[in-house]
């Protein structure tokens, strides 16, 4: 560990651009640079805007759902990396010798979200008690080999 400690410092203060800096020998094109002074550089010719005084109206509160996919068969303790274009069902054979396992909220895998997650969202969603909600869709999981008109149609009757 400690040889890559040191290969990295090492690699890290004998960089020239490092170097030409904390020496003070660098040419305009390795001045370390202030971001603030760079911002008001670019904004100093730039002409003031006046903003619209606010109009006394409620503002809305909007929540946007889209791409969700929860899945009526995710299986909480299945493979979650498996030979399957989608895991974490019980109809799939883990990868190799993999031993990853589909989490109770989800997994970080090839696997959609659980309907338990699903829910939850939805309650938090009730809480913020919004004034619109818009959903734009693209709620089936990813298993477009079994999915024809009526699966989908059940489905989104399900969700919503």
């Given at each position: 560990m400690?040889?890559?400690?040191l290969t990295g410092l090492w690699r890290h203060f004998t960089n020239p651009h490092i170097v030409c800096q904390n020496m003070f020998?660098?040419?305009k094109e390795y001045v370390k640079r202030d971001l603030d002074t760079d911002i008001n550089n670019?904004?100093?010719d730039k002409p003031n805007k006046t903003w619209e005084k606010p109009t006394g109206r409620k503002t809305l509160k909007i929540v946007h759902i889209s791409d969700l996919h929860p899945d009526l068969f995710y299986?909480?303790?299945?493979p979650a990396d498996c030979t399957e274009p989608v895991c974490c069902r019980n109809n799939v054979s883990a990868k190799g010798n993999s031993t990853k396992k589909a989490g109770y909220w989800?997994?970080?895998?090839k696997c959609d979200l659980p309907m338990?997650?699903?829910d939850l969202f939805l309650q938090d969603i009730k809480k913020l008690n919004p004034d619109a909600i818009i959903w734009t869709g693209d709620n089936t999981a990813h298993d477009i080999w079994q999915q024809t008109q009526s699966y989908n149609i059940n489905?989104?009757?399900i969700l919503s």
């Amino acid at each position: 560990m400690t040889t890559y400690i040191l290969t990295g410092l090492w690699r890290h203060f004998t960089n020239p651009h490092i170097v030409c800096q904390n020496m003070f020998l660098c040419s305009k094109e390795y001045v370390k640079r202030d971001l603030d002074t760079d911002i008001n550089n670019m904004i100093k010719d730039k002409p003031n805007k006046t903003w619209e005084k606010p109009t006394g109206r409620k503002t809305l509160k909007i929540v946007h759902i889209s791409d969700l996919h929860p899945d009526l068969f995710y299986d909480v303790g299945a493979p979650a990396d498996c030979t399957e274009p989608v895991c974490c069902r019980n109809n799939v054979s883990a990868k190799g010798n993999s031993t990853k396992k589909a989490g109770y909220w989800g997994s970080l895998a090839k696997c959609d979200l659980p309907m338990q997650t699903f829910d939850l969202f939805l309650q938090d969603i009730k809480k913020l008690n919004p004034d619109a909600i818009i959903w734009t869709g693209d709620n089936t999981a990813h298993d477009i080999w079994q999915q024809t008109q009526s699966y989908n149609i059940n489905f989104t009757v399900i969700l919503s």
